[in-house]
């Protein structure tokens, strides 16, 4: 049993998987995971607020955008960084406990 943080490109942050169950880790590791994960966490309003000035910059060329083509491709652009934002949140409010298997 152990916990991987792999880094994903599209949120810009490492996300941990766990590999077998949490609870039959030992709370050591458990609370050495969780204190990583917070650490991973506390950066993710600041990528958030990061992905909000771009989808204004997006916004703002759409604004003028006369060609459709050109206009349904930064809705798209826009649409896929509300998603990225979207699944940070989740992230961010992802927030698991240390357990023991012999509570």
Same mark, same amino acid.
């Given at each position: 049993?152990?916990?991987?943080?792999?880094?994903? #490109?599209?949120?810009?942050?490492?996300? $941990?998987?766990?590999? *077998?169950?949490?609870? !039959?880790?030992?709370? !050591?590791? %458990?609370?050495? @995971?969780? #204190?990583?994960?917070?650490?991973?966490? *506390?950066?993710? $309003?600041?990528?958030?607020?990061?992905?909000?000035? %771009?989808? !204004?910059?997006?916004?703002? %060329?759409?604004?003028?955008?006369?060609?459709?083509?050109?206009?349904?491709?930064?809705?798209?652009?826009? #649409?896929?960084?509300?998603?990225? @934002?979207?699944?940070?949140?989740?992230?961010?409010?992802?927030? $698991?406990?240390?357990?023991? #298997?012999?509570?």
């Amino acid at each position: 049993m152990s916990v991987v943080f792999n880094f994903d #490109a599209r949120l810009g942050l490492s996300i $941990p998987t766990i590999q *077998g169950s949490w609870t !039959e880790l030992d709370k !050591e590791y %458990q609370e050495h @995971i969780l #204190a990583k994960w917070e650490t991973i966490r *506390g950066t993710i $309003p600041d990528r958030v607020k990061i992905i909000e000035k %771009q989808i !204004e910059s997006v916004h703002l %060329q759409l604004t003028s955008e006369e060609d459709f083509e050109r206009s349904c491709q930064l809705n798209l652009e826009m #649409a896929e960084l509300a998603s990225i @934002i979207n699944d940070l949140w989740i992230w961010f409010r992802t927030t $698991p406990t240390v357990t023991s #298997a012999t509570a």
